[in-house]
């Protein structure tokens, strides 16, 4: 938070390492330091925070405002053995969906999931996650998750641009978060799904992301490359693809883009 450095704020980092994760005070992105760990051997569940990020990134190349003392910016390293690349895409929707529930279960909060990727509190995004992977055609090396959730900011936090769009589970709740007990167990949550996940797929998350969705029967536009595509929004398939039925009834099931704009569809 701005101009807020007191121990109440801060990560414990003493506490953090004690229970094997890597503490940084500051990095340039937590992804970026995974990756490094992961060129040098690191094993499955590794896992990265920092207290800030100086470049911290979102999906499309966005920049994600990660300063000091309000959220959780955190990577973990996966290494799923018997996962091919083209199985790996769907972890962000079940990473999502994963955090939704957590966070509606654990502090009562109405979290949903917006295609693909962000987190939302009454609308407004206070999460996000950009996974990365190194791969061959036919074999995946290793996954990065990074996640970047906002959680003790206040308003005035936000810089002018995006101070309409986001908000913290602090500001619609009225409640400041330990942070450090959050996010430890919030890790062990995510660390038994990645071990489902590695067994059984997307589908064993379905539930959860149709329980906590705020895409389904919305009229949407997506951005896919060049190309938009709009229509109201059905399904989801197992593999984490957003099925769309346009004004003409055609049927698009899109595996990746950018909801561009979101409209409750008519009764």
């Known amino acids: 938070m701005k101009n807020r450095d007191n121990n109440r704020d801060r990560l414990n980092g003493d506490l953090i390492k004690k229970n094997n994760v890597y503490y940084y005070r500051t990095v340039d992105s937590t992804n970026l330091t995974a990756r ?12 990265i925070i920092a207290e800030e990020q100086k470049k911290g990134r979102g999906r499309l190349g966005r920049t994600w405002f990660s300063p000091p003392y309000g959220g959780l910016w955190f990577s973990v390293l996966l290494r799923p053995l018997r996962l091919k690349p083209d199985q790996a895409p769907p972890i962000t929707l079940a990473t999502a969906a994963v955090l939704a529930e957590y966070f509606s279960r654990i502090y009562t909060l109405p979290v949903t999931v917006k295609w693909p990727n962000d987190l939302l509190l009454n609308s407004k995004k206070f999460g996000g996650i950009l996974t990365e992977l190194k791969s061959s055609s036919h074999h995946l090396e290793y996954l990065i998750v990074g996640i970047g ?26 409640r400041v978060f330990d942070r450090t007990k959050m996010f430890l167990s919030l890790r062990e949550e995510l660390i038994y799904a990645y071990h489902q996940f590695f067994e059984r797929g997307c589908r064993s998350f379905y539930h959860l992301w149709l329980k906590h969705n705020s895409t389904l029967g919305q009229t949407l536009t997506v951005k896919k490359g060049n190309d938009t595509i ?23 099931t899109i595996n990746c883009g950018e909801v561009m704009q979101a409209r409750e569809a008519e009764k």
Do not use: M, W, Y
């Open 36 to 47: 490094q760990l992961a060129e040098e051997g690191a094993p499955c569940f590794t896992t």
């Open 149 to 174: 959730l906002n959680i003790n900011q206040r308003q005035n936090d936000f810089p002018p641009e995006i101070s309409r769009q986001a908000t913290s589970p602090a500001i619609e709740s009225g």
């Open 230 to 252: 709009s229509g109201l929004a059905v399904d989801l398939t197992s593999e984490g693809a957003l099925t769309i039925k346009d004004n003409r009834g055609q049927t698009h």
